[in-house]
Nanobody
């Protein structure tokens, strides 16, 4: 089992920044690729980005590329999502997820999920 806890969400004005954290406990953190997803009201959960087990490879949705950065610190069992130049359309509940070995862009291929953290971007 892997337990994931997100933090760092909040209310920010358009153009602002937030950094989300995802703290993991349980099994070996560096055995899992980490993904970030988001879900806005009335919409499906969508892929935001992912990072490989050692942090060498990173993947982003086109909608966030160049604005969001994913990182991880395996010594601290924590993954991060740095969000810059935020837009109102980024408003959603953000989730981190862990997938054994390799990343995926489909949410249903992840094995463990955090509870989510709300990000609201005002115009």
């Amino acid at each position: 089992q892997v337990q994931l806890v997100e933090s760092g969400g909040g209310l920010v004005q358009a153009g602002g920044s937030l950094r989300l954290s995802c703290a993991a406990s349980g099994r070996t953190f560096n055995g899992y690729a980490m993904g970030w997803f988001r879900q806005a009201p009335g919409k499906e959960r969508e892929f935001v980005g992912a990072i490989s087990r050692r942090g060498v490879n990173r993947y982003y949705a086109d909608s966030v590329k160049g604005r969001f950065t994913i990182s991880r610190d395996n010594a601290k069992n924590t993954a991060y999502l740095q969000m810059n130049s935020l837009k109102p359309e980024d408003t959603a509940v953000y989730y981190c997820a862990a997938r054994l070995m390799t990343h995926a862009t489909d949410w249903d291929r992840y094995h463990y999920w955090g509870q989510g953290t709300q990000v609201t971007v005002s115009s």
